[in-house]
């Protein structure tokens, strides 16, 4: 399966829930805070991307209004 990413921020509910979805899932998962890590948060600027959390699988990253539970399930094929 392809690397699964998930670009969070601090205190954001949005991105705990993703989270904790993908974890109820069984999915495996890198948490990359986008406050901390300037790398991160330089890649997902170059997306022009200004909202959190995204969630990367491979190289399609789902993010804003795309973020539902049908999209996600179906990106990771499940």
């Known amino acids: 399966m392809a690397e699964i990413i998930v670009y969070s921020t601090p205190l954001c ?3 705990e829930q993703l989270k ?3 974890t ?3 999915v ?3 948490a990359k805070d986008l406050m901390m890590d300037e ?3 330089e890649f997902i600027d170059d997306q022009n991307i200004r909202t ?3 969630l990367q699988v491979g190289d ?3 993010h ?3 973020l539902e539970p049908v999209n996600i399930d179906k990106l990771l094929g499940l």
């Open 13 to 15: 509910q949005p991105c």
């Open 20 to 22: 904790r979805y993908l």
């Open 24 to 26: 109820d899932l069984g």
């Open 28 to 30: 495996d998962f890198t």
């Open 39 to 41: 790398d991160a948060a």
């Open 52 to 54: 959190s959390p995204i």
């Open 60 to 62: 399609t990253l789902l």
């Open 64 to 66: 804003g209004a795309d």
